[in-house]
């Protein structure tokens, strides 16, 4: 009997509900980004202290909550309701998967007993979470509450950080249960949540095939920025005199204006980066999965090309090339033990690499001038590489740009210059229209740092009803539409052309046109004066695209090398 009595005294009679906000409050959640519907605990949850986010939809939900992930460096929470709705929440987690971003994906699905009855929007809630999370699980009771969600907080920042999913039932949202105390461990409310160095001799080999390099060169992915491993990486390459090249998700790794920097490499991408991948005898890619678009279809680095990787997952390491060294480890403290091991072998780079860096310097330089006449142009309709000019001059260097897919990744990749290393630059990975939602969760997340995105108007078109979310709860950010009313494609032209400015009018924002390269400066300053959520309606020419702009700056398409000429 007294057994019984000391083990209820830690006990306490609480619903799932109550269990539910209790826990989110533990990971010090701010806000949850969610769709009203039937078990959606709302008033539990609001009297935690925890803000809910209305959306316009599930899908947006979990981009909104994305883009707060991805700035604020701890997971961003979407709650989406049952059958549709869920599938609608799958759908958005697609982004934050490939980009590794750390999504608390829950849903209110039917209670058990109306399974497999034809019940009102009953669909498997479970299945189509499987390829988009690490981690994809079913509450039934409320008794499971606690441990599932606090392990859900784990999954998502631990390792390779990504979206999780939660399912819980109606039963484990409504029922009461004797549960022990709640409780959530602090260090998994941020990533990375717990670093891990590598083994001593995987840093030794590493070392090792780096100094023995003759023209070697890093490729970093977002792994560094996760990681925020910058100035290691930095101190590192400056110790070898390795040039840096980046991923579009590792853009920010380094200043551009660095001498080592070469710029995004791969498909969307500077060919600075590209001819320096291509001549070199040894690549080291840190936080970068080799994935299609920063190795242009695994067509660079050339083949026998000796490779070294550093990655937190060993599921990265020679999956798409062979290694011939590897380090699994968080990207800062591994590159902090290559520092230290260098140190105490007193290296000093070769004379040779100093001749190299000649040349690097030497390509960058052409380059960059046969830019600027692009960067400069008074042209009408206006040039995208002049809105970028603009836009690089319109921004702080620790503002923030978040960049659609597609034309609008190219056009950043290529021409908006970083000004200071860190996560100032944000990508959708393959997502249409992402850009727009996910700078309201970005907004949320940056505090006083201003935030622009930069959208097509076919982007646009798919989620512009958030504009009235983001009115509603005064979040102000600037959108600029690349509005070439042809989806970037000119056999894609837009028969009735939108003006996107009276649109955010209409729905309480600010809104300007831009016709002519010399006004876009001060409509941009316009919209960030006017306090609210803005569009800037920019026209720009429907002939040079950003996928255009790859033909005129030396990448690769479709394997094949472009019109560049570094003579």
């Given at each position: 009997m007294k057994k019984e009595e000391k083990w209820y005294?830690?006990?306490?009679?609480?619903?799932?509900?109550?269990?539910?906000?209790?826990?989110?409050?533990?990971?010090?959640?701010?806000?949850?980004?969610?769709?009203?519907?039937?078990?959606?605990?709302?008033?539990?949850?609001?009297?935690?202290?925890?803000?809910?986010?209305l959306t316009r939809?599930?899908?947006?939900?979990?981009?909104?909550?994305?883009?707060?992930?991805?700035?604020?460096?701890?997971?961003?929470?979407?709650?989406?309701?049952?059958?549709?709705?869920?599938?609608?929440?799958?759908?958005?987690?697609?982004?934050?998967?490939?980009?590794?971003?750390?999504?608390?994906?829950?849903?209110?699905?039917?209670?058990?007993?109306?399974?497999?009855?034809?019940?009102?929007?009953?669909?498997p809630d479970i299945r189509h979470f499987d390829e988009v999370t690490k981690w994809n699980v079913d509450v039934p009771t409320p008794d499971m509450v606690g441990?599932?969600?606090?392990?859900?907080?784990?999954?998502?920042?631990?390792?390779?950080?990504?979206?999780?999913?939660?399912?819980?039932?109606?039963?484990?949202?409504?029922?009461?249960?004797?549960?022990?105390?709640?409780f959530g461990d602090k260090a998994y409310c941020k990533i990375p949540a717990k670093r891990t160095r590598p083994d001593p001799e995987d840093t030794r080999s590493v070392v090792?095939?780096?100094?023995?390099?003759?023209?070697?060169?890093?490729?970093?992915?977002?792994?560094?920025?996760?990681?925020?491993?910058?100035?290691?990486?930095?101190?590192?390459?400056?110790?070898?005199?390795?040039?840096?090249?980046?991923?579009?998700?590792?853009?920010?790794?380094?200043?551009?204006?660095?001498?080592?920097?070469?710029?995004?490499?791969?498909?969307?991408?500077?060919?600075?980066?590209?001819?320096?991948?291509?001549?070199?005898?040894?690549?080291?890619?840190?936080?970068?999965?080799?994935?299609?678009?920063v190795t242009c279809n695994w067509t660079i680095p050339k083949p026998n090309t000796k490779v070294v990787q550093l990655d937190i997952d060993p599921e990265f390491i020679a999956r798409n090339y062979q290694t011939i060294a590897s380090m699994v480890c968080d990207s800062k403290l591994g590159l902090q033990d290559l520092i230290i091991m260098l140190k105490q072998m007193v290296f000093k780079p070769a004379k040779k690499s100093q001749v190299r860096l000649k040349e690097v310097e030497r390509i960058i330089k052409v380059w960059n001038e046969k830019a600027d006449a692009e960067l400069n142009s008074d042209a009408i309709p206006i040039k995208g590489h002049r809105l970028m000019k603009e836009l690089r001059q319109a921004l702080s260097p620790h503002d923030i740009l978040v960049a659609d897919t597609g034309s609008e990744t190219i056009w950043t990749s290529l021409f908006y210059e970083i000004l200071t290393s860190g996560r100032n630059y944000i990508c959708a990975a393959g997502s249409l229209g992402w850009s727009f939602p996910a700078s309201i969760g970005a907004k949320l997340a940056a505090g006083d740092r201003k935030v622009l995105t930069l959208i097509g108007d076919g982007g646009i078109g798919y989620h512009i009803g958030e504009f009235e979310t983001a009115v509603r709860y005064k979040i102000p950010f600037v959108t600029v539409?690349?509005?070439?009313?042809?989806?970037?494609?000119?056999?894609?032209?837009?028969?009735?052309?939108v003006n996107f400015a009276k649109i955010a009018t209409a729905f309480g924002g600010f809104g300007i046109r831009v016709e002519r390269p010399g006004d876009i400066a001060g409509a941009i300053d316009e919209a960030f004066d006017s306090g609210k959520p803005a569009i800037v309606d920019v026209i720009v020419d429907r002939k040079e695209s950003g996928y255009v702009a790859l033909l005129t700056s030396g990448s690769w398409i479709s394997n094949k090398k472009t019109n560049f000429s570094f003579k």
């Open positions: 005294k830690y006990m306490t009679k609480i619903t799932g509900a109550k269990a539910i906000a209790k826990i989110l409050k533990k990971f010090d959640t701010e806000y949850i980004f969610y769709i009203f519907g039937y078990g959606v605990p709302n008033r539990e949850i609001e009297d935690e202290g925890i803000k809910m986010v939809n599930e899908k947006c939900a979990a981009y909104i909550a994305d883009g707060y992930a991805r700035i604020g460096l701890k997971p961003g929470v979407a709650w989406g309701y049952r059958g549709p709705g869920s599938m609608n929440l799958a759908a958005g987690l697609a982004d934050g998967y490939w980009s590794s971003s750390p999504i608390i994906a829950l849903t209110s699905a039917t209670q058990k007993s109306h399974i497999h009855k034809d019940s009102y929007q009953g669909l441990h599932i969600l606090r392990n859900a907080f784990q999954v998502a920042t631990s390792g390779c950080p990504g979206p999780v999913h939660v399912n819980f039932h109606a039963n484990a949202i409504f029922q009461e249960v004797d549960l022990p105390e709640l090792k095939a780096l100094i023995e390099a003759e023209r070697p060169v890093v490729v970093a992915g977002q792994g560094v920025l996760i990681s925020q491993a910058s100035d290691e990486l930095i101190q590192l390459a400056e110790m070898l005199n390795i040039p840096i090249a980046t991923s579009n998700t590792g853009k920010g790794v380094i200043p551009d204006a660095h001498p080592l920097a070469i710029g995004v490499a791969g498909l969307y991408s500077k060919a600075t980066a590209n001819q320096v991948i291509q001549d070199a005898d040894l690549v080291f890619y840190v936080g970068c999965k080799t994935g299609n678009m539409v690349l509005n070439n009313m042809s989806w970037a494609r000119p056999p894609a032209t837009l028969k009735n052309p």
